[in-house]
């Protein structure tokens, strides 16, 4: 009897390894197989219905087989437990998109996903420019033709690439239409996914740094503003409009887009599980979008920095003091209390007014001067009004003076040349 035992305990020692071993691979393996016959579901289907009842299937595998998380993240190598069902949630998403785009839009995701495929090859091609561009700027700063057209063609490229990001954006929500709160949560889902493999908000954080770049590398020329100023302007716009809607994404628990942290990007985190994913979600999706608002505000500084200081240079290297401005309410307070000083002191306006006003200000600064952030079309017209009658003051005297200058020396040449000699005197009868 006792040797019957033993040998039983022998036995299950002896086997243990090998029924725990047998136990983890039929784990591993069952685990797998659920995974491949889901995914081949997903693949296939072609209604709302079977891919809502394969979301719920997604949800059973997870819970049956998370108390093995710890083991099926070695067994699972490269991905781990977490990443497979995450792979599944967002194969689940984007087949609903599908079957959702094809039946209510017409709209093939194909066609969809190779428009922004291109548009995102094209805005890399870019990318790659940039960067010969800016080595093109530091090289051709001995050359002033060179520098113009090194800064004419890096304003173009970092023009084109604001226009492909926010066309791809636009590829995007452009299916499901204007308004986001008639959008299903699991199309706003798909939604956050394309953002995310497009790496939007990296890229918009990238452009609006390499325009602060920019305007740090290069000495700009005041014809040089007006377009910088409206591409600023509308960047700021088309951002505001992507920020809110990725807000409206991030609400319901979708991933929403990588961002640029220095040091490469950092992948957004969605904490499943009702309340805390959403409030999770659009909390980081807010911090992100923090950054790119830091990098617009340090590219408006800038600009506005910049403009304005090169204005201030043009009195200066123009001999010509004038009380310091930074805006466009102090300029305007500047350029009317010189006016009224030349009027009231009989100075020359000439030097101000056609040397400067006129060759300079008018012809290099107007465009961008009359831009409604800096001073406006209306103001900037009621000034060059002011400036022109101190001109027209001037002139007025002067031909007055001419004219009458002419009259004299009319009057004097005909009195000593043209005036006839009065005949002689008739004599008296009988002289």
């Known amino acids: 009897m ?165 066309a791809i954006v636009d590829s995007i929500f452009l299916p499901y239409g204007k308004d986001l709160s008639r959008v299903a949560d699991v199309q706003k889902e798909a939604i956050g996914e394309r953002l995310e493999r497009s790496n939007v908000l990296t890229r918009v954080y990238e452009i609006a740094a390499d325009n602060v770049k920019f305007l740090d590398a290069t000495q700009l020329q005041g014809k040089d503003y007006g377009n910088l100023i409206e591409q600023y302007e509308a960047f700021n716009g088309r951002w505001a409009g992507l920020k809110q809607k990725m807000t409206d994404v991030a609400a319901t628990g979708a991933p929403v887009p990588t961002e640029s942290t220095g040091k490469g990007t950092t992948k957004t985190p969605v904490v499943r599980g009702g309340a805390r994913e959403v409030r999770g979600a659009s909390e980081t999706a807010a911090a992100q979008a923090g950054h790119v608002d830091s990098a617009l505000a340090e590219w408006h500084a800038r600009l506005i920095a910049g403009f304005w200081g090169g204005l201030q240079r043009e009195f200066t290297q123009a001999g010509i003091t004038v009380a310091p401005f930074n805006d466009g309410p102090s300029f305007s307070a500047s350029i009317r209390q010189e006016v009224a000083s030349l009027a009231a002191s009989k100075q020359d306006p000439l030097p101000f007014v056609d040397a400067l006003w006129k060759q300079k200000i008018d012809r290099d600064w107007r465009d961008g001067l009359s831009r409604d952030a800096m001073l406006g079309r209306t103001e900037y017209a009621a000034l060059d009004r002011l400036v022109s009658g101190l001109s027209r003051d001037t002139i007025d005297m002067t031909f007055i003076a001419y004219i009458a200058g002419i009259l004299v020396i009319i009057g004097l040449v005909w009195f000593f040349i043209f005036r006839k000699k009065k005949p002689p005197a008739e004599p008296a009868p009988g002289s």
């Open 2 to 166: 006792n040797r019957t035992l033993l040998t039983a305990l022998l036995s299950a020692v002896l086997c243990a390894p090998v029924t725990a071993q047998h136990s983890d691979f039929a784990l591993k393996s069952d685990f797998e197989e659920r995974y491949r016959q889901i995914s081949g579901r997903l693949d296939s289907a072609s209604t709302t219905g079977e891919i809502d009842s394969l979301r719920e299937e997604i949800g059973r595998l997870e819970s049956e087989y998370a108390p093995h998380q710890e083991f099926l993240d070695r067994a699972l190598y490269p991905l781990t437990f977490g990443e497979s069902i995450t792979r599944l949630r967002s194969l689940q998403v984007l087949t609903y998109d599908r079957v959702y785009l094809i039946r209510t839009q017409g709209v093939k995701l194909s066609e969809l996903e190779a428009r922004i495929t291109s548009l995102t090859s094209r805005l890399d091609s870019l990318t790659a420019q940039r960067d010969q561009l800016f080595g093109e700027l530091q090289e051709s700063r001995k050359s002033l033709s060179a520098l113009r057209e090194a800064v004419r063609r890096l304003t173009a490229n970092l023009g084109a690439k604001d226009r492909l990001i926010f």
